[in-house]
């Protein structure tokens, strides 16, 4: 619970900062705009992810720092399996910060939107991102 209280705190930081909403890259009206909100709001203290318009932590090194999605291909399917079990290893992301409908919508969200810095060959049947510089 302080954790999930501290990461409340530093998300509102970090939109006192001018990132979070203001960087969307999901306009209101658009089917993943919640998602995008949500994200910016529950797991941008950890992650990064530039359609979200959020920095996570940055390369500071910090025990709490997430995989950067922009460098990471995902599914709705384990993002939902990430939000559920706390990441992959269960060890350090929080369980269930977004639940039921929201989870769904952050899922589409981040599934759509991560990767887009990816440099792993993508996964059988599914089309090339933009290329990487
Ligand atoms: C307190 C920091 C923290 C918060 C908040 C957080 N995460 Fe994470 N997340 C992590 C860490 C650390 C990992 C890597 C360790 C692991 O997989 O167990 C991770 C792993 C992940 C992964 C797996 C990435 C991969 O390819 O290995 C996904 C997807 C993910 N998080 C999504 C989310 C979403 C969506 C939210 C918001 C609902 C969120 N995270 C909030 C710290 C966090």
Redesign the pocket.
């Known amino acids: 619970m302080i954790?999930i209280v501290a990461?409340i705190a530093a998300a509102l930081g970090i939109s006192a900062c001018g990132y979070g909403e203001q960087g969307l890259a999901v306009k209101s009206g658009e089917p993943d705009y919640n998602g995008a909100v949500l994200?910016a709001q529950?797991?941008s203290?950890?992650?990064t992810l530039s359609a979200a318009g959020t920095q996570g932590s940055g390369n500071r090194g910090e025990r709490?720092?997430?995989?950067n999605?922009n460098q990471?291909e995902?599914s709705p399917e384990?993002?939902i399996f990430?939000?559920q079990n706390?990441?992959?290893?269960?060890?350090?992301?929080?369980q269930n910060?977004?639940v039921g409908h929201d989870a769904e919508e952050?899922a589409e969200f981040?599934a759509k939107y991560a990767g887009s810095e990816a440099q792993e060959s993508p996964r059988p049947g599914e089309e090339t991102g933009p290329a990487a510089p």
């Open positions: 954790l990461v994200f529950h797991c203290g950890c992650h709490t720092q997430g995989p999605l990471r995902e384990d993002v990430a939000i706390g990441g992959f290893s269960g060890a350090i992301m929080p910060i977004v952050v981040v």
